[in-house]
């Protein structure tokens, strides 16, 4: 019984694990492949690794660093393969970019951002995150009124709501940001 528990208690933070890092390390790995199938496939084997070797990550730090430092060094690893090679002429100055450290940092920061966002995002109420999602990608209120056939001043009163709620959420990324620009 406690096999079968301890078994379960396992499942489920690892589930919770890939549910929260295998999207942004998806794209994180992308920024070096620039092919989002291949990146798929990358992430997907760092999990079936941590799986295999049963190995425990309870430290969200820790976690965050030995995820996105083992998808960039697999992402580094296929860009260097002949397969990759024969299909895409990478300069040089492309790669020393690639396996720079401050590479490396600035795109950790973009996608740790992004996650926060996303994360705060998907606790607003139903129509305020389609309001917001509307927004960020890029439509003004008019054409948010408009796509959602509701008023001007509810799209505006939805926002203003859903920067309230995101304010305080989003101290985190704030602080991402600025170490990300300065």
């Given at each position: 019984?406690?096999?079968?528990?301890?078994?379960?208690?396992?499942?489920?933070?690892?589930?919770?694990?890939?549910?929260?890092?295998?999207?942004?390390?998806?794209?994180?790995?992308?920024?070096?492949?620039?092919?989002?199938?291949?990146?798929?496939?990358?992430?997907?084997?760092?999990?079936?690794?941590?799986?295999?070797?049963?190995?425990?990550?309870?430290?969200?730090?820790?976690?965050?660093?030995?995820?996105?430092?083992?998808?960039?060094?697999?992402?580094?690893?296929?860009?260097?393969?002949?397969?990759?090679?024969?299909?895409?002429?990478?300069?040089?100055?492309?790669?020393?970019?690639?396996?720079?450290?401050?590479?490396?940092?600035?795109?950790?920061?973009?996608?740790?951002?992004?996650?926060?966002?996303?994360?705060?995002?998907?606790?607003?109420?139903y129509k305020c995150k389609r309001i917001i999602n509307l927004s960020l990608k890029g439509l003004e209120?008019?054409?948010?009124?408009?796509?959602?056939?509701?008023?001007?001043?509810?799209?505006?009163?939805?926002?203003r709501i859903a920067y309230q709620k995101l304010r305080p959420l989003l101290k985190g990324a704030y602080?991402?940001?600025?170490?990300?620009?300065?």
């Amino acid at each position: 019984m406690k096999l079968i528990e301890k078994n379960n208690t396992r499942l489920d933070v690892y589930k919770k694990l890939f549910d929260t890092f295998y999207p942004s390390l998806c794209v994180f790995s992308s920024k070096y492949t620039n092919n989002l199938e291949s990146s798929k496939d990358i992430v997907q084997e760092i999990f079936i690794k941590i799986w295999n070797d049963k190995l425990l990550l309870n430290d969200d730090d820790n976690v965050k660093a030995f995820l996105y430092t083992a998808v960039k060094n697999k992402s580094l690893d296929f860009i260097k393969t002949k397969e990759f090679k024969a299909k895409t002429s990478l300069q040089p100055e492309t790669l020393n970019e690639l396996t720079s450290q401050s590479y490396f940092e600035k795109q950790v920061l973009i996608e740790e951002t992004s996650r926060l966002v996303n994360e705060a995002i998907s606790t607003l109420p139903y129509k305020c995150k389609r309001i917001i999602n509307l927004s960020l990608k890029g439509l003004e209120n008019k054409q948010i009124s408009e796509e959602l056939s509701i008023s001007l001043n509810t799209v505006k009163t939805q926002k203003r709501i859903a920067y309230q709620k995101l304010r305080p959420l989003l101290k985190g990324a704030y602080l991402l940001l600025i170490n990300l620009f300065f």
